[in-house]
């Protein structure tokens, strides 16, 4: 028997109000037909004004903790992904543990992006494996919306990005047979920092030769929007999403056979099928949700997950693979029997 980790309970939260393509047209200098042809995305969910990224993370979190079977007061520490979080600081992870009315367990956010919701599950794993820990409240929730500038500059980015939030339970088990029973089986991590501007938000921040973090010039210059370099970006996701996951794969002795769905981040529905063309994976094996939700960066992978749970296509006893490419560069990919 092997001390493992398991995830027992997935939940989710996406705003009411959706904005299709259509919507965006009114805003800014697009269209339906190139937003869909180039991307996939045909609406996204944005929030009211009085909602921040925690609101988001705690209705998810709810979820997760009740279709876990346990009670709020069992989570022993929260993970919290994501590039969008309520304030500068303290981080959302503190925000959320306050809402969910859990004091004095760990809180950690991290900010590894669009890969940050397989960063967080691999750090879970090791807490669990380590012995430290037993049921840990793993979250990827973004707030994009109210970061994008939704004029008619900024189509480049703008048509991008939803926002929403996921959440699993990650708990405890012991495995005797490891390929047949439920568990996180292993995680790549990896980062280049030489490519960190490629995609990045500048401001506000202390990288500036400036006494400020944040000043009216920098307003003036629209460096508190994300700027990216699209097809670098989406050349570098296709190559290091496939790298990742083929060695790990290689790795765990598994192959793409043996794996039941694919769950991997949605940037691009033609990053998605051009990853499922080389690695000769069936359409039906990747569950795409982009159509609906847009990029919504850490929160992606937990929200198709539930998806996945909710349309029946993810059921226990099947093996997932997942993979990640964002901001840093990061990227990641993992497998877990579910
Ligand atoms: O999750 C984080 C990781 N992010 C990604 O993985 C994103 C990766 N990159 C991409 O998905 C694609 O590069 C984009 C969807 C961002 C852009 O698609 P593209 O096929 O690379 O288009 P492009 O940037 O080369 O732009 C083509 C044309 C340009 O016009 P010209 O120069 O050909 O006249 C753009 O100005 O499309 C124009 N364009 C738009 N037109 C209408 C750019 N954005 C828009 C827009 N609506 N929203």
Redo the contacts with the bound molecule.
Sequence with gaps: MALSSKIIGVGSFVPEKVFTNHDLEKM????DE??QQ??GIVERRWVDKNVGTSDLAVKASEEAIANAGLDKSDVDMIIFATLSPDHDFPGSGCFLQAKLGIPEIPALDIRQ??TGFIYAMSIADKFIKSGSHKNILVVGAEVHSKGLDRTPEG??V???FGDGAGAVIMSATEVSDAKTEGHFIDAHLHADGSYAKE?WLPGPGTGFDSENRFDAAMFEEGLHYPQ?N??V??VH?VKRMIESLTNLCKEQGVTIDDIDLFLF?Q??L??NSKIAEVMNIPEEKVFNTIQKYG?T?AATIPLGMHDAVKAGKLKPGMLVASAA???GFTWASALYRF
Excluded at 28 to 31: I, K, R, V, Y
């Design positions: 800014m200098n697009t269209s190139w937003i180039r991307t992006q669009c189509r480049n703008g048509v991008l995609l990216m699209g097809k970006v989406f996701a981040h940037a691009n033609r990053i990029n960066t490419f964002g901001s």
